[in-house]
C-alpha cells in the first residue's frame, strides 16, 4: 500500500507539471515583466498587454531583453517558479530560484558527500558512467531501429563525450538553456540545490552537470531529426511534446546519483 500510495504521489505530481507551461520570452525589443494580483504583465514597445496566471506557469526563460520588476520576481519566488536567464549564445547566464521549502534525503546526503576528501573524482565518475548510459542506450535504440552505428563513430563518441564530455552539437542553440531551465525548476521540486560546495571550495555543479546530460540525450536522440528543423520555435514545441519523457530522465540521473552517494559514504564513514 505504501509503494502503490509513493508512485500515486509521483504521478500526481508528474501531472500538475505537466498542466503548468513554461513561459520564453525570446524578444529581440524590450518588454517590461510587472504583476498585478497573481498574474505577470508583459508590456511591449507598442500598447500590446499580456497577463499570464502564475498558476498556469512552470518556469520562465527569459534574454537581457526582459526588464522585470522586484513585484514580479518576488511573485514568482512566492510561487515556487524559477526564472532562467539565456545569454546571446542560448546558454544560460544565471537563474532566480525559490529558497528550498523542504530539502530532500538526496541534499542532506550531498552535504555529508562533499566533506569526502576525493568527492570530485568519485563525482567525475559518476558522470562519466552517466555519461556511458546515455551512449548505451542511444546505441541500443540505433541498432534496434536498423541503423546501427560504426566501431569507428562509437569509439569516436565515447573518447570525446564520455571521457571528455563535448560533443558536436546538432540542434539550436538555445537548446542548452531550455535544458538546465528545465533541470533548475525540477531541482528545486526535488528540494535541491543547483550548486553545492566542498569542504575545499570546490562547486558541485549539479544544475549544469545534469542539464548537460539532458541536452546531450536530445542531441543524441533528436540530431538526425531534428537537426533540419533549425528554427527555435519548432525544436521548443518537440522539447514540451517530450516533456514527460525529459522529467523521467532527470528522475533517473537524480536516483542513480542517490545510490552513488549513499556507496560513497557507505565506504567511507
Known sequence: MLNAQSTAARFSAAAEILRR?????????????????ECLVLRGTGSQVRRFPVARLDRIVCNRHADWSGEALALCL?????????????????????????PSTLHAALESYLEMPRWTASYGNWLRRRRMALLIRWARGRLAAGTGISRDQWETLKREFVYKGTMQPTL????????HALVVARLKDAGLHTRYWGYDGEALELAEDLSALLWAG???DWGTLMGAAREPKAQAMALEAAMDGQIERIRDHLAHLRRH????LDSWL
Open 21 to 37: 507551461k513554461p513561459l520564453y520570452l525570446a524578444t529581440r525589443a524590450t518588454i517590461r515583466v510587472t504583476a498585478e494580483a
Open 78 to 102: 512566492a510561487r515556487g517558479i524559477t526564472v532562467t536567464w539565456l545569454g546571446a549564445d542560448g546558454r544560460a547566464l544565471g537563474d532566480c530560484s525559490p529558497r528550498l521549502a523542504e
Open 172 to 179: 539550436t542553440a538555445e537548446l542548452p538553456g531550455w535544458c
Open 218 to 220: 536530445m542531441n543524441l
Open 261 to 264: 552517494v549513499a556507496q560513497a
